[in-house]
T-cell receptor, first 115, second 108 residues
Framework: SAVISQKPSRDICQRGTSLTIQCQVD?????MFWYRQQPGQSLTLIAT?????????ESGFVIDKFPISRPNLTFSTLTVSNMSPEDSSIYLC????????????FGPGTRLTVL | DAKTTQPNSMESNEEEPVHLPCNHS???????IHWYRQLPSQGPEYVIH???SNVNNRMASLAIAEDRKSSTLILHRATLRDAAVYYC?????????FGTGTRLTIIP
């Protein structure tokens, strides 16, 4: 198993600013992912964080808005850039092995409010 | 990704079994059936997964239809701590695609 922590747990930010969210895993994982959960909604995958290379983004998400880094097998960051109130959501990271038959572990999420 | 269909909500009495259904008529032969749940104010947590055969673990059981077009998550004895949104997900690749899930309410 793996335990995932995120920093910060919550933040309130002003429109036009950027916030970087950190995700730390207590053991090495092959894959890391970033999700967004808008109020009252299900989770939507933003991107797959690839170690040492550019992240793979899902349709509707772009690198300029959500730059992602993954310098090693246990750490990743997601930046929400030039924020607007529509970016107010919970952002979650997850990790696990890449096999379709293995579980993923999720962090507790970062609750972001943009004023 | 193949799609799943779940009821939006269900209720169950405490200490009784709960059967959460999931339809996935377009499942492919290599898709694993995964169940996750999300307790209030927490990230999702893994519950169980299977491919063809029924599966049991300490949290739940997964019953998979013979044609694999549907499955049922079984909580044998629901407690108040089982109140959550339960997601049925078909996983053929590394990423998980979440649907809307079933919100389970446990009645004391």
């Amino acid at each position: 198993s793996a335990v995932i922590s995120q920093k910060p747990s919550r933040d309130i930010c002003q429109r036009g600013t950027s916030l970087t969210i950190q995700c730390q895993v207590d053991s090495q994982v092959t894959m890391m992912f970033w999700y967004r959960q808008q109020p009252g909604q299900s989770l939507t995958l933003i991107a797959t964080a690839n170690q040492g290379s550019e992240a793979t983004y899902e349709s509707g998400f772009v690198i300029d808005k959500f730059p992602i880094s993954r310098p090693n097998l246990t750490f990743s960051t997601l930046t929400v850039s030039n924020m607007s109130p529509e970016d107010s959501s919970i952002y979650l990271c997850s990790g696990g092995r890449g096999d379709s038959y293995n579980e993923q572990f999720f962090g507790p999420g970062t609750r972001l409010t943009v004023l | 990704d193949a799609k799943t269909t779940q009821p939006n909500s269900m209720e169950s009495n405490e200490e009784e079994p709960v059967h959460l259904p999931c339809n996935h008529s377009t499942i492919s032969g290599t898709d694993y059936i995964h169940w996750y749940r999300q307790l209030p104010s927490q990230g999702p947590e893994y519950v169980i997964h299977g491919l063809t055969s029924n599966v049991n673990n300490r949290m739940a059981s997964l019953a998979i239809a013979e044609d694999r077009k549907s499955s049922t998550l079984i909580l044998h004895r629901a407690t108040l701590r089982d109140a959550a949104v339960y997601y049925c997900i078909l996983r053929g690749v590394a990423k998980l695609t979440f649907g809307t899930g079933t919100r389970l309410t446990i009645i004391p």
